[in-house]
C-alpha cells in the first residue's frame, strides 16, 4: 500500500468515527495530557483531546474575546467555542488542568463566555511529596465534583478498561513515532484518532493497518521539539517532509502524550486507588518545560536525540508561548547539535520564510553530513541557526 | 481649588535641597540592624539620576519632604543590598509572589529580602536597554515583558549582589516570569522552587473558604497544601541563615508588615478619597510598592509611611492640593513600567484616584491569631493573579466606584501573559458601569515620551471633563 491509499484508509475510519462521535451525548474535551482521559471514561464520558481546530479562522474568532498576542492555541480553542466548531463542538462538559497560565485564563475565559461546565484542578509545576500529594487529592476532588454534577459515579471498570486499549494504542503509535520513517501526514492522522476516538476501536483499526504502513528510510532525521503540535498545525512537519527528511515528534502532539503509557500498569479496582493510581501515571509521565526546574525535560530531549541517531532538532514554538520560546539559547547551547528555531502562528502568512529557513537548515545538515560522516559536538556547534 | 503646592522638577529639587534641615535628614537613616543608629540615605533625586535612573530627569516630583524621603529610600535600596552582603548578611531574592516570603525571611536575623520582579521597571528608570539586551542573550527576548530585566540584572549583578538565595513562586503565575526565573537558574544562581496553586473555585458544593481580608473565595483544600510549601520556604531560608524561624518571631514579624500595610492602605483611603488629591499619583505608585518586601528596609519603610502620613494629614487639614482645578478623577490598572506616564497624566489635568497594581494582596492585613503560615497561606490566596480574573475585575470595579474615578486606565504590555485576557475582561465590566477606559500598551521609550501614548492620555482626560 502506498501512502496516499493508507491516507485514504485513515481519512475513512476517521469519518466512521467523527460520525460515531457525532451521535455520543456525553463527550467531554480536555487540552492537556497532564489530565488523564481515563477519569473521563470513568464518569461515563467519551474524552476528547482538543488537538485541532488549530486554523486560522478560529485564531482569528478568538482575537474577538482576547487580544491578537495570546497564544495561537488558546484563541482557537475560544474561537472554536464561539463558533462550535470541531471536537469543541461536541463537548458537552470541559475538565481540564490548569497548565500555562495562557491556558489557566483560556479555561477562565471560557467558564465566563461560554454556556458549558468547566472543572479545574491545577497542574502543579514542581514535583515534590506535597504537590504530588495535592494532584491526587484534587483528582479525587474533580471526580466527585463531576459526579455531583452528572448524577453518575465513577466505574473503575470503565476507566481500567479504557486505560488497557488506549496503551496499547500508545505503545504503536509510539514505535511507528519512533523510527521517524513514517510519513508525517500518516502519523498526524492516526495521532488525531488517538485524540478522539475509542480506543478499542483504534487498537484493532492499528492491527488492521501497522503492517501496511509504508516505511520509508529518510536520508536524515529531525527530532520536533516544542510548543503543542496540533493537526491542522503541519507547515512545518511538512516541509520537513518535502525535503524527504523524516521527523520524531517530540511535542505533546506526539511523543510526550504516548510515552506514559509505556510503563504504566492499570490500577486495581478500588475507586480512591484508581483514581490516584491515574493521578500517579500523569504524575511519573514525561515533564512539560512548564516544569520547575526543567532540567529533566532537557535530558529527556537529549536522550532522545541520542536514541534515535537525529541530525538536528528544531524547536517549534507557538507565537506568545513564552515558556518554550525562552528556553531557545539554553537549548541549543545544551543540546550541542544542528539546531533551528521556529516561532509561528496559524496564520499560515510565514509559509514561504519558513520554507526557506527549513529548506537551509536541512541543506547544511546534508552537507555537514557528506563532509563528516561521523559527527563530533565541535563541528555541530557551528551549526545553530538564530531565529 | 486653588493649589498653593506644585510638584517641582529634578532641577528644583536640587535649588531646594540645600534648605532641607538637619534633623530631617538624620531622621532619614537606614540599616538600623546593620550598625548602630544606622546610616544616613536622604539625597536629591539628582543624586539617582546621575547613577543612572535618567528618568528622574523627566518626572515631576512633589515638592515635601516626605516625597523626597521616599525617593532616596526607595532609590537607595541597592546600597542596602550591597551594604549588607559586604557585612556578611544573607541576601535572599523573592520573586513573584509579592508580600508572602519576605514576611517569612525578615524573620531571620542579619537578612535581607528584595524582589527581582522590582527589575520590572529598572530599563524605564535608567532609559536603557542594557539589562533587556542582557536579557535576549540569554533567551528572554522582546515577546516577554519588560520583567526580563530581572534576568539581565540577575547575570549583570549592578542592581544587586548576587542572591544567596532565590525563592521562587511558581505554578498560578504569569508565563514571562515563570520563564525568567527558570532561566535565573540555568545562570548557576541557587533557587527554592514552591508551588503557588491558583484559587479554583469548585463547580458544585460548598466547599469553599474566604479570606478573612480580602474575602476571596478559594477551594478549602488549597490551604493546608499552601501551608506547607511555605513552611518548605521557610526551612529553605532557615537553611541559608542557619538558624530557625520560631512562631514567635514569625508572629513579631507578621504583625511588624501589618503595621506597614495598615499604614499605607489607610494612605490610600486618605489620598484616594479625598476631594482635592493631597498626593501625586507617582509618589503613591511607589509608597505602594512599599509593603511588599519594605523595601530591605521594613523598619525604616513604616518610618517613611507615617512621614506621608503626617504630611498628608497637614495637607487635607489645609486643603492643600499639588493640583490646581478640578483634575480628572482617574483609576489606574496594572502599574506602568514607564512612570513618566503617571506625571504625563498629572501634566494634561488628570490626577490618580485609585490603583490596582497587582499587588492589592500586599497591603491587606495578614491575621495574627492562629497559625502564622495559615494567615500566609489566606494572604497568598488574596493575590488577584492566583486566581480568576473576576476578582481583580470586582476590585478594580468597586474601588473605582467607591473613589468616585471619572474614568480607568489600564496599562498592559505587549506579550505579558496575563494582559491578552484581563484587559477585556476589566474594560467590559468596567462600559457597564459607564465609566470610561483608556488601555494601551506601555511602549519603552528611553529618553522620551511615546507622543502617540501621550495623546491618547490627553484625549482622554478631555473627553472625561467634557462628560461632566
Redesign the interface.
Known sequence: MNNKQMLNRIDDFSLAEMERLGQEKNVAAYFCRQFPPEILAGLGFHPVRIMSGAVPSSEREGEK??????CPYCKSILGNMSLKKGLLGRASLIAAV?T???M???L??I??EFDI??????A???M?E??RK?FI??MQ?LV??IY??TGEKFDTGKAVSYFRDRKKCAEKLYRLSLSGDTQYTILSGLMHLFNFSSPKRLDHFLDEIIEDIPGEKPKMRILLVGSALCTEDNQVPRLIGTNGTGLVNLTCGGINQLEGYLNASAPGRGTAQCIAKFAEIILDAPQCI?S???NAVYDRIKSYTTKTGVDGVILKTL?????W??????MREFLGVPFLVL?TDYSGSSDESLKNRIDAFIETLEMSRNTQPQKSTKDTKKLNYAT | MKSNLKRISISEWDDKYSSVPENFRNECRHLRELEDRGRLYLAAPSHYASKGDRLLNRLKFDPSLAALRLWSFLFSEKDRLFEAKKHGWKIFAAMKDLGIVPVITYSLPKTLTFYADEMWWAPCFAEDPRLLDVAAKLGATEELCFVRAALGAMKTLDYFPEPDLCIAGVGSCCDDFSAVMQLIEWQGLKVHWWEMPSRNIPNTGNRTGRTPYGKTRYKKEILSFIVKELKGVAEAASDVAGEKISRTKLLWNIRRFNRIRGLLSSLREKVYSAEHTPLPGLEMFLAEFLPMHGCSDPEEAENVLECLHREVDRRLAKRLSPFSGKPARIFWATPPTDASLITILEDCGGTVCGTEYLISHSFFNIRTTGEPFKALAENHLDDPMAGACGVRVERILKEAKKFRAEGVIISGIFGASHCPFEEKRISEELRKADIPVLSFDVPFSPGRSSEQVKNRIESFVEIIKKRR
Open positions: 474575546l482576547v487580544r491578537p498576542d495570546a490548569a500555562c497560565d495562557m489557566r485564563r483560556t477562565d475565559t467558564r465566563k461546565p468547566v472543572f479545574t484542578i491545577h502543579p509545576a514542581t515534590s506535597n504537590t495535592f487529592s484534587q476532588g466527585k465534583e455531583s454534577f512548564r520547575r526546574p526543567n507565537k506568545f508561548c513564552d515558556l520560546h525562552t528556553e531557545k539559547e539554553r516561532d
